[in-house]
């Protein structure tokens, strides 16, 4: 790759929101997000009517929405609508070749709504209120869809709207959605309970784990393969649900894109630019700008045939790339590769000879009882004890023989799994034996790196490094236990096609436990104790047509996580369940009952803050009556009711902020708990659940959605 141009808009601008399109059909514009107040700077080097500023800066067109900006993109709501139809629509007379042109507009996310904008004539194509927020927002085109979507992230929500703003599709996540982004049909969805999930259609055929708070996806072109960067850093490949490659940075990413040949483009807090193939993340270009980026974007912004991957800095610097035309003998190319990567095996080999020749060289020539090496037999061992007061379990280390633990270190590799990405403990009298506390943050199969120091004597100064592997267990955070734990009083039961003995193994695989999980007559129990003390049951027993589960937890989370996780290792495409949760119905009403408060106060609040609104312009106009009429204390007493007035207006505007963060926090609760009940189904009946969810929430229906829990349907059968 290699600059194209370079260009300086001496505007400040907001990381992340950036988004470029053909607002008249014909030349591409980069619109970007510029300060607090709610402006969007667009910049479109071929607009004739723009005159640039006597500071030699390029011209740009503001556009002033007076809200807070919290999402940017552009596209082509409908394909099939011209600029002619547009403009008649709106009284507009057509000109002769509108026929023919198809425009971008714009999606603007304003907090808690979401507008649709043109751009070209200057007006919104629609305005809808978000009650769940706008995170994100992206247009896309989804299989079984007959047209594009505007898809907004919202509170544990995705939504996706037609051109007319009517809502066409809706489904549910864990948490709060910072991105979604379309995937050739599909649609990729990234939230900050560290989960990707893609739907095709209203069903999630893949639900992802990662080890921190998804903040970028794009596609790679192909059904299935997409990039993903997260909260820490990371950055790297899925193709379906197989992670190909992942590299992390200490910098915090900013924008993720695929370009037009397929790699991944990263721009990051540090203001650096990489580019990496696709197939191995390795880096084929850098560069470096002043200040942080803002975003990444691929339009032939300057018309020259070829798009150019587009990257923006906060401090409004623009750069084009284009691809390095190089010519090249392609077998004189294959065979550079080749030498290069044998050249990188032999630097390999000769750092490992040179650090052994090195403490060959730091030890004594005369052996002594300090210097003693360990015994060349010396194994170690890997067993975990039974959770610690505080929450979380010991991974217990010991030798072979008489040799002495003086240290462990225990590194995170997939990262997010505890505070920090390392563990290390040093006790003062070593032994053959040390113990480590591993306190998992949630339930995820992180693969652990153990570095082992092994010495002959405690104090010894040769120190003797092994490397050892571990892998923890999908539920890392329930331990087993021999004897019974109290019953809870929830429970789910569902059936599934295969026999007694796999869900033993599942269970002897899925959990922390030193001991087999038994199958005694067909029929397998097994007991778990939370890292927070919470008990959970799982009992199977064999049937007609295979097995029945039953798992008993308080936790509704919980349960959804282990019905999925069976479902994945069992091979089950479709699974219905039973399920009674009472304290979680019983929440989930008290929500239910807080939504509608919040809402009835929100409607009054807003006509009140609208009479209020009246009455300011009725005591403005007065008092300027009064003015021009040198009637000083009518004009007076007027701009006192008016203050009055708008101290009155202020305290309602608190009130209403204040009742709208407790509506989002009670409606986020009630897609949580849609997600969870959703998640003791798969296949067909999950998707059910969500769909049939989503009509007994927009009409208020409790008894609908506490029968959805329960039995998957919101009616008997």
Known sequence: MEVSYKVRLEKQLEAGLCAVGRFDGNHPAVACAAGACGQVLLYDPHDELQVTTTSGAPPLRTLNFNKTITALDAGPLDPARTRAQAKTTRGVTPDENDDKVVRDVLLVGLGSALMVYDVDLNSDIFYRECPDGVFSCRFCTLQGCEQPLAVVGGNCSVVGFGWQGTELFWNVAGDDVRVVAPCEGDLLVGSDDYEIRIFRKEESIYEISEADKVVALCSLGKRGRFAFGLANGTVGVYKNNERRWRVKSKNALVALLATQNRDVAAGWSSGAVTLRSASNGQVIFKDTFDAPLVSLVCADLKL????????????????????????????????????????????????RLVGELRALEEQPQTPSDDAQGIPPDTQISLDV???????????????????????????????????????????????????IVVRPKKNFPASLKLQIHVAARPMSTSIHVFEVDYKLPKFCRFYRVEEEVAQPS?????????????????????????EEVDCINNEVKAYYVGLDGAPLRVQANKDATGTTIRISTNDLATAAEVVQDISTNLDVHELESEASFPDESRRLKETLERVSTHNSIRVRLTAEMADGSSRVKALVLKAEDARLMADMPRMMRNYDELMKVNE????????????HEALLAALKQVNQVVQRASSLRVGKAKARVVADARRAIKKGDAAALLSLIATGRTGPG
């Open 304 to 351: 020259s045939g070829a798009p150019q991957l587009i990257a923006v800095g906060v401090d409004g610097e623009v750069r084009g790339y284009i691809p390095s035309v190089v010519t090249r003998d392609t077998s004189k190319a294959e065979d550079d590769l080749r030498r290069k990567r044998e050249i990188e095996q032999l630097q390999a080999e000769k750092r």
């Open 385 to 435: 004890a039974a959770p610690v007061h505080g929450g979380g379990f010991e991974l217990i280390v010991a030798t072979s023989n008489q040799t002495y633990v003086v240290g462990v270190v225990v590194l995170d590799t997939d990262g997010g799994l505890f505070d920090g990405e390392t563990l290390s403990c040093a006790p003062a009298r070593p032994s053959d034996k040390l113990g």
């Open 490 to 514: 929830s429970w789910v039961r569902f059936d599934v096609p295969t026999n007694v003995q796999r869900v033993a193994q599942y269970l002897t695989q899925a959990f922390v436990s030193t």
């Open 648 to 659: 009155e207006l202020i305290a309602e505007y608190n009130k209403r902020a204040t009742n």
